[in-house]
């Protein structure tokens, strides 16, 4: 199975910190699950695909605290 986009593409877009883009990837897909307009075009009915495709084509940025 091919995981597109992976977890590389992934964290070049959030920086090299897994724990951030699981954080930033689960609350993307929570948006988008209670009814957050999908930002990428896809055939894909995953949140969580969703979440991380929109990180992948830096639809999506990560907000400092």
Known sequence: MIVKPTVSDLLEEVGDNRYSLVIMTA??????????????????????TLAAEEIAEGKVTKIEE
């Open 27 to 48: 609350k993307r897909a929570r948006q988008i699950a209670s009814g957050s307009p999908v930002k990428v075009k896809s055939n894909d009915s995953s949140v969580v």
